[in-house]
């Protein structure tokens, strides 16, 4: 079932409702926390919707998760775009944020153009060669949502053979419902998370 709205607060909230997906709350952030937090209309957007709580998604091998209290966000930047001092790391762009990971590759919102562009990344590679996962943070929530209703709601994560594989058919449902709400090469960045 695809998300019935394309508001990214009502996609949200309803993935929020799904078996195994968590939320952590943390209290107000503090000044400092909201000082550093680099100002982009479509962050907001994203902290609003995330209602400034962090949110882990059950995944292949572990949750994905999503930062969006200032505090965690600042955080997350840690060993991408900063070192443990808050010294900038060569090879990360200014203009990059770290809005969660997966299994570590980071989940990046590209702040230079009007709308968040999400990029994704996997680590140790010498040098970031992201590529677009998403063209904006609402095709990043719809592409969530679809991965959430089919993974949690419709095979209750039974979606693995013997061997620890994924079994063929979910795949293809997931490619199915993933080209439903992603561009074709952003699907398939997608997909590559998911398969890799």
């Given at each position: 079932?695809?998300p019935r709205t394309t508001d990214i607060h009502q996609i949200f909230s309803d993935l929020r409702a799904m078996p195994d997906?968590?939320?952590?709350?943390?209290?107000?952030?503090?000044?400092?926390?909201?000082?550093?937090?680099?100002?982009?209309?479509?962050?907001?957007?994203?902290?609003?919707?995330?209602?400034?709580?962090?949110?882990?998604?059950?995944?292949?091998?572990?949750?994905?998760?999503?930062?969006?209290?200032?505090?965690?966000?600042?955080?997350?930047?840690?060993?991408?775009?900063?070192?443990?001092?808050?010294?900038?790391?060569?090879?990360?762009?200014?203009?990059?944020?770290?809005?969660?990971?997966?299994?570590?590759?980071?989940?990046?919102?590209?702040?230079?153009?009007?709308?968040?562009?999400?990029?994704?990344?996997?680590?140790?590679?010498?040098?970031?060669?992201?590529?677009?996962?998403?063209?904006?943070?609402?095709?990043?929530?719809?592409?969530?949502?679809?991965?959430?209703?089919?993974?949690?709601?419709?095979?209750?994560?039974?979606?693995?053979?013997?061997?620890?594989?994924?079994?063929?058919?979910?795949?293809?449902?997931?490619?199915?419902?993933?080209?439903?709400?992603?561009?074709?090469?952003?699907?398939?960045?997608?997909?590559?998370?998911?398969?890799?």
């Open positions: 079932m695809e997906v968590a939320e952590q709350k943390l209290p107000e952030p503090s000044a400092e926390a909201l000082a550093w937090m680099p100002y982009h209309p479509d962050l907001n957007l994203w902290r609003k919707a995330l209602r400034t709580a962090d949110l882990s998604i059950p995944w292949v091998a572990e949750d994905i998760y999503l930062f969006s209290h200032p505090a965690s966000l600042r955080a997350a930047q840690i060993g991408y775009a900063v070192d443990a001092d808050g010294k900038p790391l060569a090879g990360w762009p200014d203009d990059w944020i770290v809005l969660g990971h997966a299994l570590g590759d980071p989940i990046i919102g590209r702040l230079a153009l009007a709308h968040i562009e999400v990029l994704f990344a996997r680590h140790g590679e010498g040098s970031w060669q992201p590529q677009v996962l998403a063209p904006r943070l609402e095709h990043l929530a719809a592409a969530l949502h679809a991965w959430g209703d089919l993974f949690l709601r419709q095979y209750h994560q039974d979606v693995y053979d013997d061997t620890y594989a994924l079994r063929p058919e979910f795949v293809e449902a997931l490619r199915a419902r993933i080209h439903a709400v992603l561009p074709p090469a952003q699907a398939n960045v997608f997909m590559e998370m998911v398969t890799y």
